[in-house]
C-alpha cells in the first residue's frame, strides 16, 4: 500500500467516524439494553468497537481498489464520490437531529451538501489535512463506548457488592419461573378459578400449591418488574437499565454463595456472569441488532422505536426448552430461575409450540393500543393461543422436576412480571382507568416444599414479596432492606397498590404519576372484583377449538359445512394469499405456514362474516375490515386439529341468517394468490 492509499484510509476512516462511529456508539450506549439482552461480553464489545471503527473505512478502500484495477486514473474521482456519501449521511444525521424536515427534504439537503463535500476533498489538500487530525477521533469514540458510557455499565456489571448472609438452614430448591406479559384475567373461567380445559397445567399447580389470586405486579414494564421480583424492592428509580451493577442485591448473589444457581434471564441481566456464565445471543446477531440502532438514528424516515424486542420474544420458547434442560438432580440448595418471554407478543405460538407464520398485521390488529371490533378479538385470540403455550412449557418444568425426584421437596414459584390489557381502545400497558385490571393482576402460583393439598390466598401480595418468601422458607436473613415481606407471615396492610407505570404511546387517558412521584396508587377493590368475574373464554366444548371461536359466529367452527342451510351462490369476489399453502400440510412441522391466513374480498355488505371451510368441516369465521373501494380485508386462523395432512380442498362462504341460525353461500370464484 503506497503512501498515498494510507492517507486516503485515514480520511476514510475520519469520516467514517463522524458518520457511523459515533453516531453507533452513541445510539448504542444510550440503548444499553441490547448489550443486556445479548448477554454481551467484554471480548465482543471489543470486537463490536473495532467493527464499527474499521469495517466502513475498509470496505471504501477496497471499492478504491477495484476501481484502480479498471483504470488508475478514476482512483481520485472515486475517491472524492466516497467521500461524499459519507459526508452526505452526516449531512442527513445533522439536519435530522436539529429540524424537523421530511424524508425528501432531508435526503435533498444530504445530497447537496455531500457534493459539496466531496469536491472540496478532492480540491483541497488542507481539507485532506484537516481529515487525517479528525481521524485519530475514531479510536476515541470506541473507549469512550468502551469505558465512559453507559455500555461500560452494563459490560461491567459482573461483581456484585452484596453483604453475606446467613446460611440456609435446609437444602431446599428453588425453582422460580417469570412469564412475561401474563394478566390474571386470561386465565380465568369466570367463577375465579384458573379454567382448567385450557390451561390444564397451571390448574394441576395450583392443586397443590398456594394461590395468592389477589397478586399485583408493581411495575407495568419488564425493566421494572423483574428486579422488583429479585430484589424485593421497589423500584428506585426511572429507566434504570435492569444490571447486576444497578442492582448488586439480588436472589442470585444472596442464594449463589450457599449454593448452585442457574440462571435465565431473557431481558435483565442480575445474574453475575460467575454464576450463571453467559448465555447470551452470538455475535453476528449482536452486530445485527446494533447496525439497526444506526439504520434508525441515519434514516431519514422518522420511526418511534418499538418498546418490544421481537426476536428475543420469539426465542422464549427455545429459552423454555433450554431452562428445562438445564434442571439438573443435587443434594444441596439449588436455584433455577427462569424469566421467559411468553406469551409475549408477538402472539405466534400454538399450545403445542409451534409456531404459526404471520406475514403481515392481521386485519384490524395492533398491539399499542387494542382496536375495537374485529381486530381486539383476534388479538386476544392470539394471545390465549400464546397462554396455552406458557401453559404447555410450566407442565413440562413440573414435569421435568417430577422425574428428577425433587418435585416435591422444591419451592416452585410461577408469576409473571405484569400484565396486559385487551380493553379495545384502551393500551395494552399504559395505565388507565378503564384497563388496570389487566395490566396489574398477574398470577403467584407458590408451591412449598411439602405441601400437596392446594390453598387460595387473598392477600395483597406483590412483587417485592417473593424474594423475602423465599429467604423466609431457606433460612436465609435478606442483608438489605426490602420492601415486601414474606407470604408466610401475616397478610401485609396495604390499603393501596402500588405501581410504576410504563407510558409508551401515550395517550390523553393514561395515568400519569402525580408530581413528585415516579408511581400511582390504586385502590384496587373495583378491579379486582372485574379480574374475579373474568373469563379466557365464554365458549364451551372442544377445549382445543375454545380459543378460536370467537364472534356470534364462533360455535359453527369444527361442525359439517351440511348442518347448515345453504342461500344462492355468492356474487362476491375473494382470494386468499397463497391458496397453495393447504395443498402441502405438515401437521407436525414446527413452523405451520397454513395456521394464519389472510385474503381480500370484493363488494363485501357492512357487519357481515365468512367462514372459511377445509374438506366440508368449517375451520375459522372472520369478520372482514372494509378497507376502500368496496374491497375488505380479512384474516383468520385454522385449528390444526381440523385440517388433513396433505391436500385440503378450502372453501369460503358468507354467512347469512342470526347467529342461532346460520346460513352459508359460498363464494365460486375461485381463490387466487
Avoid at 408 to 421: C, P, Q, Y
Avoid at 486 to 494: D, E, F, K, T
Amino acid at each position: 500500500m503506497t503512501p498515498s492509499w494510507r492517507w486516503r484510509f485515514v480520511e476514510f476512516l475520519a469520516l467514517s467516524g463522524l458518520t457511523f462511529a459515533q453516531p453507533c456508539f452513541d445510539v448504542t450506549g444510550k440503548n444499553s439494553e441490547v448489550l443486556v439482552v445479548h448477554g454481551t461480553t467484554w471480548p465482543q464489545a471489543v470486537a463490536l468497537a473495532l467493527l464499527i471503527v474499521f469495517a466502513p473505512p475498509l470496505l471504501a478502500l477496497a471499492v478504491e481498489g477495484v476501481a484502480s484495477l479498471v483504470d488508475r486514473r478514476t482512483v481520485p474521482a472515486v475517491h472524492a464520490v466516497l467521500c461524499g456519501i459519507f459526508l452526505a449521511v452526516l449531512a442527513l444525521e445533522v439536519t435530522k437531529g436539529q429540524t424537523s424536515l421530511g424524508p425528501a427534504a432531508l435526503v435533498a439537503t444530504g445530497c447537496v451538501l455531500g457534493i459539496a463535500g466531496g469536491f472540496f476533498v478532492w480540491r483541497f489538500a488542507m481539507v485532506r489535512q484537516f481529515l487525517h487530525f479528525v481521524a485519530v477521533m475514531s479510536v476515541g469514540f470506541a473507549l469512550l463506548f468502551l469505558f465512559s458510557s453507559p455500555a461500560s455499565d452494563v459490560l461491567n456489571g459482573s461483581r456484585s457488592g452484596a453483604p453475606a448472609a446467613t446460611r440456609p438452614r435446609s437444602p431446599t430448591r428453588v425453582v422460580l419461573i417469570v412469564l412475561d406479559e401474563l394478566p390474571t384475567m386470561s386465565l380465568l373461567d369466570g367463577t375465579g378459578h384458573i379454567d382448567r380445559a385450557l390451561f390444564p397445567n397451571f390448574a394441576a399447580l395450583a392443586d397443590h400449591a398456594t394461590w395468592y389470586r389477589s397478586h399485583t405486579t408493581v411495575a407495568g414494564f419488564t425493566a421494572g418488574a423483574v428486579p422488583a421480583i429479585l430484589t424485593g424492592r421497589y423500584p428506585a428509580k426511572p429507566n434504570v437499565l435492569p444490571i447486576l451493577s444497578e442492582y448488586p442485591q439480588n436472589l442470585f448473589t444472596l442464594t449463589g454463595r450457599y449454593g448452585d444457581v442457574n440462571g435465565h434471564e431473557a431481558i435483565t441481566r442480575l445474574c453475575p456472569s460467575t454464576m450463571c456464565g453467559n448465555r447470551g445471543r452470538d455475535f453476528a446477531s449482536l452486530t445485527s441488532a446494533t447496525w439497526k440502532l444506526w439504520t434508525d438514528f441515519a434514516s431519514p424516515v422518522r420511526t418511534v422505536a418499538r418498546p418490544v424486542d421481537e426476536d428475543q420474544a420469539r426465542a422464549s420458547v427455545a429459552s423454555g426448552e433450554e431452562f428445562v434442560r438445564s434442571l439438573r438432580r443435587g443434594s444441596g440448595l439449588q436455584v433455577d430461575v427462569a424469566h421467559l418471554e411468553i406469551p409475549h407478543f408477538p402472539w405466534e405460538r400454538l399450545p403445542s409450540l409451534q409456531r404459526y407464520d404471520v406475514a403481515t398485521a392481521p386485519a384490524g390488529e395492533s398491539y399499542g393500543v387494542t382496536p375495537r371490533g374485529p381486530g381486539a378479538a383476534s388479538a386476544r385470540m392470539r394471545h390465549l393461543l400464546q397462554v396455552q403455550a406458557a401453559d404447555t412449557m410450566v407442565g413440562r418444568v413440573v414435569q421435568r422436576l417430577t422425574r428428577l425426584r425433587s418435585y416435591d421437596r422444591s419451592l416452585v414459584i410461577v408469576t409473571a412480571d405484569h400484565g396486559a390489557s385487551f380493553t379495545p381502545g384502551e393500551s395494552v400497558r399504559n395505565p388507565s382507568p378503564k384497563n388496570l385490571a389487566g395490566i396489574m393482576w398477574a398470577p403467584l402460583l407458590v408451591k412449598y416444599p411439602g405441601q400437596r393439598a392446594g390453598v387460595i390466598d387473598e392477600r395483597r401480595s406483590e412483587s417485592v414479596d417473593i424474594v423475602p418468601t423465599i429467604a423466609d422458607v431457606i433460612g436465609l436473613q435478606i442483608p438489605w432492606t426490602v420492601d415486601g415481606q414474606s407470604l408466610r407471615g401475616a397478610p401485609p396492610v396495604r390499603p393501596v397498590r402500588r405501581l410504576y407505570p410504563w407510558i409508551w404511546l401515550p395517550s390523553p387517558t393514561d395515568v400519569q404519576p402525580p408530581s413528585g412521584r415516579t408511581y400511582i396508587d390504586v385502590p384496587g377493590d373495583v378491579e379486582y372484583r372485574e379480574v374475579m368475574t373474568a373469563a379466557a373464554s365464554r365458549t364451551s366444548g372442544d377445549p382445543h377449538l375454545r380459543v378460536f371461536r370467537i364472534g356470534p359466529y364462533g360455535s359453527m367452527i369444527g361442525s359439517q359445512v351440511s348442518a347448515y342451510g345453504h342461500g344462492p351462490a355468492s356474487t362476491l369476489r375473494a382470494q386468499i394469499v397463497d391458496p397453495g399453502r393447504f395443498d402441502r400440510v405438515d401437521v407436525h412441522a414446527s413452523k405451520l405456514p397454513w395456521v394464519w391466513n389472510e385474503g381480500m374480498v370484493q363488494g363485501m355488505p357492512r357487519s357481515s362474516w365468512l367462514a372459511v371451510a377445509a374438506n366440508g368441516r368449517i375451520v375459522a369465521v372472520a369478520e372482514p375490515i372494509l378497507v376502500a373501494d368496496g374491497r375488505a380485508r380479512f384474516s383468520f386462523l385454522i385449528p390444526p386439529l381440523l385440517v388433513e395432512a396433505g391436500r385440503n380442498h378450502v372453501v369460503v362462504y358468507v354467512i347469512g341468517g342470526p347467529p342461532s341460525a346460520p346460513t352459508l353461500a359460498p363464494i365460486r370464484t375461485p381463490l387466487g394468490g
